[in-house]
Each structure stands twice: as structure tokens, then as C-alpha cells.
């Protein structure tokens, strides 16, 4: 009898350790929103949206086990990275750095660096309030349902942008692209109003004994006090022209 409890006991051990090692990978393609050209607008200035908006399907990753994950843009060609429209892209609407977020703490952390210094900024999945809906539609052969948020930027401006999810629920993993996170299954797309699109394009599912690494190098601060750092630079740089 206590043989075949503690046969039991050591399979149920094995068998959490097993989920616990399974690894998800996941690659998402990020499209940016380019307003329309105005011939209101500078030309060097529609210049630039013009060449900014032939770099398409910018690839990300997403690596995930049972609590935590990393995002962050997978590893490009070197004539990619010297593109400077193609690094233009990669910042607007998130996708710069990388993103940690662990489920069970609520953390996200969001390692960047910016002016020489290295900062990680940190904030909550918490608050992400997000309205679920009952409308779905396919991806592939999965169903995925609607979601909505607002995101706050506080820059230069305070901005007010809709956010729009589509999550699986037959995938019950919490995560998505940069800090987005926190609803009933993995987030196959993210719509950025006049931002970005993130839309997955591929998912593995692996047993892997490697675990997600924190980012550490760099000063923590919230994401207010990240903004005021990059406004006080760029007061200073407009006063130096």
C-alpha cells in the first residue's frame, strides 16, 4: 500500500516537473501604422514615412515556461541592423529591449537602453485592465477571443491609444508580445491604435530544461520617471540646436 503511494507521489513530482520545463516559442510579426503623406508636412519628413513604410514583418520572439516569458526582436542579418529605418521601426509602439513578465509576482520588467545608460522600467500586469468579449474569429485552426484596453503614454504628451487583443483560450499561457499579458490564453495578436500590429506567426510547444533569465543590468525605475529622463533629454538636446 504505502509502495504504490509513494510510486504515485514520484509520478505526479515527475509530472509537474515535466510542465514546468515546457518551454513555449513562439514568433510574432510586428507591421507599424505610417500616418498619410501631407504636402503640409516637410519633405524630409514624408521622406522618411515613405521609406519607413516599406520595412515590413519585423520578427519577434516570445519564449515562455509555466510563470514567466522574454520578448524581445529575434536576431536580424548585419545589413538589417544598419538599416537605420529598419531600428526606427523596431521602437515605435514597443519592440525596443527586452520584456520579462512573470505571472505569479505580476512584474514586468522592460530592460532598455537609452542615452548611453541602461534602465530597467519596471510596472504591473495588474494594470492592464482589460474588457473581454465574446467576439471571435479564426487564426489557423485556433479561435481566439477579443479583448480591449487603453494604454497610457506619458512622453512628451499624454497619449490615449485603444489596445485590441486576440488571446486562445485552447492555449492557456498568459503571455503576448512586448508587456501585453494577463488574459485567459496566449495572445495571438495586438492591434496598437495608429502604433503597431503584432500578429503571430508560428508556435512550438517543447519540453526544454533552459530557464527564462531575468534582465538585471541596469537602473530600475517606473515608467513615469523613465519618461521624465527621456523629456529632460530631449529638452536638452531641442536647447542645444
Known amino acids: 500500500m504505502y509502495k504504490k503511494i509513494i510510486i504515485i507521489t514520484c509520478l505526479l513530482n515527475l509530472s509537474n516537473l515535466f510542465s514546468q520545463n515546457i518551454i513555449g516559442d513562439v514568433l510574432y510579426i510586428k507591421n507599424i501604422y ?131 487583443a486576440w488571446y486562445c483560450p485552447e492555449l492557456p499561457y498568459y503571455f503576448g508580445p512586448i508587456n501585453y499579458g494577463g488574459l485567459p490564453g496566449l495572445i495571438f495578436e495586438i492591434k496598437i491604435e495608429k502604433g503597431a500590429t503584432f500578429t503571430l506567426k508560428s508556435i512550438k510547444l517543447k519540453p526544454k530544461k533552459s530557464r527564462i533569465k531575468t534582465p538585471k543590468k541596469g537602473k530600475k525605475v517606473t515608467p513615469n520617471q523613465y519618461n521624465e529622463i527621456c523629456k529632460k533629454a530631449y529638452m536638452m538636446l531641442k536647447e542645444g540646436m
Open 34 to 164: 505610417t500616418p498619410k503623406i501631407s504636402k503640409k508636412d516637410d519633405d524630409k519628413y514624408n521622406d522618411f514615412l515613405k521609406k519607413l513604410r516599406d520595412v515590413k514583418n519585423i520578427e519577434y520572439k516570445l519564449q515562455f515556461s509555466k510563470f514567466e516569458s522574454l520578448f524581445q526582436l529575434k536576431e536580424r542579418l548585419d545589413s538589417d541592423t544598419e538599416n537605420g529605418f529598419v531600428n526606427s521601426a523596431t521602437k515605435i509602439s514597443g519592440g525596443n529591449g527586452i520584456y520579462y513578465t512573470n505571472t505569479q509576482t505580476k512584474e514586468i520588467l522592460h530592460g532598455v537602453e537609452f542615452s548611453g545608460t541602461n534602465y530597467i522600467i519596471t510596472s504591473s500586469l495588474d494594470s492592464l485592465k482589460w474588457k473581454l468579449t465574446n467576439e471571435k474569429k479564426k487564426f489557423g485552426k485556433y479561435t481566439c477571443f477579443k479583448a480591449t484596453t487603453i494604454k497610457i503614454n506619458k512622453g512628451y504628451k499624454t497619449y490615449y491609444k485603444k489596445v485590441e
